[in-house]
């Protein structure tokens, strides 16, 4: 029972820290127009950033439970399909009341769109979301973003061996040696580090 209850913890923590990543609010942040707000709050509607954060939220989700699955495996634990549906879906209620939550993810994206545009840009913005064209960006952005994460998940993965080989080579030329055999988890510290 003792190792559920840390599993269970260890969980909670990584989902935590995966959406804690917009960091708090600042107080210096400067007081923005009412109707500038409402603007903003409408543009981000029409954008659809609910509906993406959700969704960037659930594939990271389904991403974490195979790494937390083979996680607690080691330690003799199981991750039951039933608890992940259980976590994923009190996660993403979370998520989804906190987004237009007092401090939650809208007030916090609102002085980002404040910075960058003025109230007219928003409300252009606002217009071509509303137009065929938008409403089809708009439809499309959920898709597409979803997509664009399994692109660039595989590239990623052909990325990194030949980053690896780059970084190795480049090293090399330097004099660095490049431990070629990693020493086995076995080894003392006083084992030469190069193979």
């Given at each position: 029972?003792?190792?559920?209850?840390?599993?269970?913890?260890?969980?909670?923590?990584?989902?935590?820290?995966?959406?804690?990543?917009?960091?708090?609010?600042?107080?210096?942040?400067?007081?923005?127009?009412?109707?500038?707000?409402?603007?903003?709050?409408?543009?981000?509607?029409?954008?659809?950033?609910?509906?993406?954060?959700?969704?960037?939220?659930?594939?990271?989700?389904?991403?974490?439970?195979?790494?937390?699955?083979?996680?607690?495996?080691?330690?003799?634990?199981?991750?039951?399909?039933?608890?992940?549906?259980?976590?994923?879906?009190?996660?993403?209620?979370?998520?989804?009341?906190?987004?237009?939550?007092?401090?939650?993810?809208?007030?916090?994206?609102?002085?980002?769109?404040?910075?960058?545009?003025?109230?007219?840009?928003?409300?252009k913005l606002i217009e071509f979301y509303e137009t065929p064209l938008g409403k089809k960006v708009s439809a499309l952005r959920p898709q597409i973003a979803k997509e664009s994460m399994v692109v660039a998940e595989e590239w990623i993965n052909f990325?990194?061996?030949?980053?690896?080989?780059?970084?190795?080579?480049?090293?090399?030329?330097?004099?660095?040696?490049?431990?070629?055999?990693?020493?086995?988890?076995?080894?003392?510290?006083?084992?030469?580090?190069?193979?």
């Open positions: 029972m003792k190792r559920n209850r840390n599993t269970l913890c260890a969980i909670v923590c990584v989902i935590i820290l995966i959406f804690s990543a917009a960091g708090p609010l600042r107080a210096e942040d400067k007081a923005i127009d009412p109707s500038k707000v409402k603007d903003i709050k409408r543009l981000l509607e029409l954008i659809r950033l609910e509906e993406v954060v959700l969704l960037t939220a659930e594939t990271a989700l389904e991403r974490l439970f195979p790494i937390l699955k083979e996680a607690t495996t080691q330690n003799n634990q199981t991750v039951s399909d039933t608890l992940f549906a259980i976590l994923k879906g009190s996660t993403l209620s979370l998520v989804k009341r906190q987004i237009s939550a007092e401090r939650g993810l809208m007030d916090r994206v609102v002085p980002l769109y404040d910075k960058h545009y003025t109230q007219d840009d928003i409300r990325l990194e061996p030949v980053l690896v080989q780059a970084l190795a080579k480049r090293l090399d030329e330097e004099g660095y040696v490049i431990v070629k055999n990693p020493p086995s988890k076995s080894c003392s510290a006083t084992q030469p580090l190069t193979g």
